[in-house]
């Protein structure tokens, strides 16, 4: 970011193209209406994961802790929007004080959950979240007996969708002749918020607590030497992943308007994370690009590998959905193995995957 | 009472499995210090390939006794699931045996949704039903008729079982092999100037790993009778949280972990639902005095969080105990 914004060499041009690139993500959706409504929510998804990915990239990337039950965050807090914001209990708060609330018992879950496991070695710490994702699953399944609380595998329907006074996100205005739909609006606050998260997450990078995330990473002997408390910090790192992980749950459940427990499933964990590691632990910038590449991936792939294979055989041997998996699977593996600092490497990541000969 | 020992049996067979599945868990763990996450898929491999062999001898109508068939089965399945583990070890771990813990731990995750998929490609995306080719025959362990009873299929289970520890017991601390793993679990460098081929020993532990997971994968297959791409999954976890309990890298512990796992968790099902009966309280409000009054159940936990307790153990277990019960201490940098 500083790279971008550095202004001293050639400001006026540093600056056009800032404008350029603001005035394409302002026009993005006008021009994926025009291929179709569907592409503007893709386009939302992928934001969300973006979201999501960033917020993992704190646990995975700064701090070098492995999460693999990340999604039970994000579950939580679109559960905690979904019951306070629709007529399962009747409860309808405006969504600045659900998100919030959201994000508090997410870091809350995050908390309990890392106090146990944070002083223990990191591969513990993956089990521990692996199972813990399924638990959170397990009871938003069952949570609809004997009180029904989640509704079961049903889910909860008519969730509200953001609302500031009467300007509803789901309707669609006429603004200057040009009309935003529902998934439009969506778009311009994600994006409004997406840049926020991006500046709190490269301020968090060069911050104290980032650096000493960084020093926790890379040697944790020497970083308690050094005076760092590193179990409050690595469960700083832990909650404040979670938090990010509730907010993303609670707009996911705005803009869906019905969630279940299938949204929630260890794939998506898993997807969340090859999204970081595609892109490059730690980097927060390719971490981005990681979590588009593999959003539109899916897309990409129902258009070309369906008409190839019906081409080719005749009939569809391999679903896209599957070819989608494997592309995950391969893509952890192989970045592993061949680039482990990801795409877009950080360059102190870089230097510290190497395989040490 | 009959209930208790119907349960206590029901969990000593589905804790065998669980100890199978937590010794190949252990043994990679005690050797290198690596949680094998695809180790479940390697169970469901062996799972997978066995239904195959069954299917097709019962269909080609084999003049085999039952149990023979699924011997077959498991004969079938070992091999494929040893080179399962040694391919993994060669392609995923060895390469980044000197990274930071990190890296093999996400390629294992890899691995194990690539191995998933691809089985789902091979299989089905279905359950697929496991022929029941051995006649389930129920004898009374008291002498009440309508008592607890065992299988032949439970026996058959935790005698194999017993069999293999026994088996892997003797082979890692009677024979050259096992004194060259137990060397190498304690310090490759030395181990490898003592002239052990440090690579060959690794291999063999992946291999040994997954020959054993191969047989627990059948076990579970002819157990519940049905076998399902990401099977796995849960097991696996499940047999972690044993291999923790018992002590992670001890052979013992995996053992011990497995049995009281597969005990605590079938008590438990069998149980919470009668402890969590929020009736016995019934007198503390009126609403829950009527839906009790008319037969309803008002129960808190049922049984369908069976899945909960591995963690709750493993969980409670890394808090209070973190070496396990067998195990020795396991610090943050060892």
């Keep these: ?357 | 009472m009959d209930i208790f020992l119907q349960q206590i049996i029901n969990g000593l067979t589905l804790g065998s499995v669980y100890a199978i599945v937590a010794l190949g868990y252990t043994m990679v763990y005690g050797i290198i210090q690596l949680i094998n996450f695809a180790h479940g898929e390697v169970v469901m491999i062996g799972a997978m390939v066995a239904y195959s062999v069954i299917v097709a001898l019962v269909g080609a109508g084999a003049p085999l006794p039952p149990l023979a068939i699924v011997l077959c089965g498991a004969l079938a399945a070992i091999p494929v699931c040893m080179a399962v583990g040694f391919t993994l070890e060669r392609v995923a771990y060895r390469p980044l045996r000197r990274a930071p813990r990190l890296a093999p731990l996400i390629t294992a995750i890899g691995l194990s949704i690539i191995l998933q998929h691809l089985a789902m490609i091979v299989w089905s995306r279905n359950p697929l039903p496991y022929p029941q080719v051995i006649q389930s025959v129920s004898y009374h362990v008291t002498g009440n008729p309508n008592g607890a009873t065992i299988t032949n299929v439970q026996i058959a289970i935790i005698c194999m079982s017993v069999l293999l520890m026994a088996g892997l017991t003797t082979l890692v601390y009677r024979t050259k092999l096992g004194i060259a793993m137990r060397a190498t679990a304690q310090n490759q460098q030395v181990a490898g100037l003592m002239g052990i081929d440090i690579n060959k020993v690794i291999a063999l532990t992946f291999v040994i790993a997954g020959g054993l997971g191969s047989v627990a994968g059948v076990m579970v297959g002819t157990y519940y009778g049905i076998a399902h791409y990401q099977m796995g999954f849960l097991l696996g976890l499940k047999a972690f949280s044993a291999a923790v309990l018992g002590g992670i890298g001890n052979l013992a512990g995996a053992m011990l972990g497995g049995l009281l796992l597969g005990i605590i968790e079938a008590l438990g099902a069998g149980y919470v639902g009668d402890i969590t009966d929020l009736c016995r309280f019934a007198s503390w409000s009126d609403a829950l005095a009527a839906r009790c009054a008319s037969g309803e159940h008002v129960v808190l936990f049922g049984s369908n969080y069976q899945d909960v307790f591995a963690f709750i153990v493993l969980i409670v277990v890394l808090v209070f105990r973190p070496s396990g019960l067998l195990g020795e201490r396991v610090s943050d940098r060892a």
């Design chain 1, 1 to 357: 970011m500083r790279a971008l914004v550095d202004t001293k060499g050639h400001p006026v041009l540093v600056w056009v193209g800032l404008a350029l690139v603001g005035l394409a993500l302002v026009a993005l959706p006008f021009a994926l209406a025009g291929i179709g409504t569907a592409w503007v929510r893709i386009t939302n998804l992928a934001i969300l994961f973006v979201f999501l990915a960033l917020g993992l990239n704190i646990v995975v990337g700064f701090a070098g802790l492995l999460d693999l039950g990340y999604i039970a965050f994000y579950a939580v807090g679109a559960y905690a929007y979904a019951l306070l914001a629709s007529p399962h209990f009747g409860i309808h708060l405006p969504f600045w004080v659900i998100l919030p609330i959201g994000a508090a018992i997410a870091c809350l879950f995050g908390v309990l959950l890392g106090a146990p496991t944070l002083k223990l070695r990191g591969d513990y710490l993956a089990i521990v979240t692996l199972g813990f994702g399924e638990i959170v699953r397990i009871f938003l399944n069952n949570l609809s007996q004997p009180v029904n609380i989640t509704n079961g595998p049903q889910g909860v329907t008519l969730i509200d969708p953001l609302r500031i006074g009467t300007f509803s996100f789901r309707d669609t205005d006429t603004f200057a002749g040009l009309a935003f739909t529902g998934p439009v609006k969506y778009y311009y606050f994600l994006l409004v918020v997406l840049l926020a998260i991006i500046v709190i997450n490269l301020r968090l990078q060069d911050s104290r607590i980032g650096r000493a995330w960084e020093a926790i990473r890379e040697d944790e002997v020497a970083a308690r030497a050094m005076g760092i408390n590193t179990r409050n910090m690595k469960l700083l790192a832990f909650a404040m992943g979670a938090s990010f992980g509730g907010i993303a749950g609670g707009m996911f459940s705005a803009m869906q308007g019905f969630i279940s427990p299938e949204s929630f499933i260890l794939i998506e964990s898993i997807m969340v994370l090859a999204m970081v590691v595609l892109g490059g632990m730690g980097n927060v910038w390719g971490v981005i690009v990681g979590a588009l590449l593999l959003s539109f991936a899916p897309e990409v792939l129902r258009y070309t590998v369906e008409p190839a294979q019906q081409a080719l055989f005749g009939r569809m041997l391999v679903e896209p959905e599957v070819i989608r998996m494997l592309l995950f699977g391969f893509a952890l593996v192989l970045m592993m193995l061949f680039r482990p600092a990801g795409l877009l490497p950080s360059a102190t990541r870089k230097r510290e995957l190497e395989v040490r000969r």
